[in-house]
């Protein structure tokens, strides 16, 4: 009886396989998976870099870059009750005065915090009526599941150039994005988005910006950004990764991305030297034609290492720089970390076995235990940026639009749902599972807190931004 049954399901098994192929052929249902262009100009991805962002809007005085970290639907309602905070913070950089977010000139996402940014970046405030409605209050996890369990979503199972995450960048664009691309944030221009990934071939973090699709070749203006959004959200084993290609060759219009002698400029710098590696990869096509992207925690949940790696190049790309920096003389980072807290039950079990348990801790536990060491090296490379933008300045001229040359700072401040001020509510908010879906009593709590946790930073913020020298503001004026 047992084996008849069991052939009995097996042939309902196969006639529903089957039905599933035959709706896919007959309704043309086969998602269209969309795969990055080439680059044609010789001026490569010239829009949309980030010193030309700072340049053309907001204070030229402050670089301010946001890092909205990974941790799913509650990291990303930290985050969006964050960016809210911001506007509440009072600054003044220069004539007119102005509040904390509209001078941010980089907002960087990564995983759950690339919704965040990327919706932001492209909406602007209009992100805070919308986003809600369109990504914090839905059940996005309800999609997932209907990737794997309806029939007409199995693209992924009988297209071999199609994944389960082309499926929920189809899904993010319905919902949040429609159809936009990067060039809708080029013309937006403020703040510069980054939607940060994992490049599962070398275990690097991977920058949606325009100085990684130089490398690569490839048109950033014409990606859509729910497929960045997708690329960073693509959490292991449930999704497969979303693939780019690379362009770099004989055809490539733009000259190689390697400056002359960075192998021999990096030397003694081990985490310079492993970049120009990286580099050395992306610039040969032959050797690496294929990008293998996921989810962009496993290499950074902070979202901080694509600005760190950036920050490191600038020694080797300090000629073309020079004149961009010299109005600088702050710079703030802000990490604003919606991570949870380690299983305190653990350490008191006999076994940790499950199959949850175990994603948990590689995913989770192990990402998170390696932010201190993030937050480190940006700190450090913060403090050299500082010193060589003193030099930079001096070298100069005594005073720069009404500024002692020597006048830079910079500052790394953590925002985090584990320094939530109330045990009770910490507890709840950082035990709180990482998915896409939350209930709204959550999701309005986790909001409530970014705020509230920004809040605490304002009076460090106003103060280290600080007014215009009034010798500069009586300048501006007339």
């Not at 490569?44 to 639907?73: C, F, I, P, W």
């Not at 490049?199 to 991977?206: A, C, E, N, V, W």
């Not at 998915?435 to 709590?445: E, N, S, Y």
């Amino acid at each position: 009886m047992a084996m008849r049954l069991t052939a009995i399901g097996r042939r309902r098994y196969g006639r529903l396989f089957g039905a599933a192929a035959v709706l896919l052929l007959v309704c043309g249902c086969s998602l269209s998976v969309p795969m990055n262009e080439p680059l044609h100009s010789a001026a490569g991805n010239a829009q949309y870099r980030l010193l030309d962002v700072n340049r053309n809007a907001g204070a030229e005085t402050a670089l301010v870059l946001v890092a909205l970290s990974g941790g799913g639907k509650r990291s990303a309602a930290f985050a969006f009750g964050a960016l809210q905070g911001m506007r509440n913070i009072p600054v003044e950089t220069g004539a007119t005065p102005s509040d904390l977010l509209h001078e941010v000139d980089l907002l960087a996402g990564v995983s759950g915090g690339a919704f965040v940014a990327a919706h932001y970046g492209l909406y602007g405030d209009r992100s805070f009526a919308t986003f809600p409605d369109q990504f914090l209050h839905r059940d996005i996890e309800a999609y997932i599941w209907g990737t794997f369990l309806l029939p007409w979503n199995w693209d992924w199972i009988f297209n071999p150039l199609v994944g389960t995450n082309d499926r929920m960048t189809w899904v993010y664009d319905k919902l949040m994005f429609h159809g936009a691309t990067y060039a809708d944030l080029f013309r937006r221009g403020r703040p510069q988005v980054s939607i940060n990934a994992t490049d599962i071939s070398f275990g690097s973090p991977f920058g949606f910006l325009p100085q990684t699709f130089d490398v690569i070749c490839s048109d950033l203006a014409a990606l859509p950004i729910a497929r960045a959004v997708a690329a960073s959200n693509g959490f292991p084993i449930r999704f497969g990764p979303v693939t780019l290609r690379n362009y770099r060759g004989p055809n490539c219009p733009l000259p190689s991305p390697l400056p002359p002698r960075a192998r021999e400029r990096a030397q003694g710098d081990l985490r310079r030297e492993a970049l120009i590696e990286n580099l050395y990869r992306y610039a040969d096509g032959r050797r690496t034609p294929w990008i293998h992207l996921m989810d962009g925690g496993i290499a950074d949940n902070l979202a901080l290492r694509v600005l760190l790696n950036d920050l490191l190049l600038l020694d080797i790309r300090r000629d073309r720089l020079a004149s961009a920096l010299l109005p600088v003389r702050r710079i703030l980072v802000i990490s604003v970390d919606g991570q949870s807290a380690p299983n305190p039950d653990w350490p008191r079990q006999r076994r940790i076995g499950s199959l949850g348990q175990i994603i948990s801790a590689v995913t989770g536990t192990q990402i998170g235990a390696y932010n201190i060491e993030t937050l480190i090296a940006v700190k450090s490379s913060i403090d050299g940026l500082v010193e060589h933008l003193k030099a930079l300045r001096c070298r100069h001229a005594a005073q720069i639009d009404g500024y002692p040359c020597g006048d830079v700072a910079g500052k790394v401040l953590r925002v985090s749902l584990s320094d939530y001020p109330d045990p009770a509510i910490r507890e709840r908010l950082t035990s709180l599972r990482t998915g896409l879906t939350l209930p709204r009593g959550d999701v309005d709590a986790l909001v409530a807190a970014g705020r509230t946790m920004v809040a605490r930073e304002a009076a460090t913020i106003t103060a280290f931004l600080g007014p215009a020298p009034r010798t500069a503001r009586l300048a501006e004026r007339r």
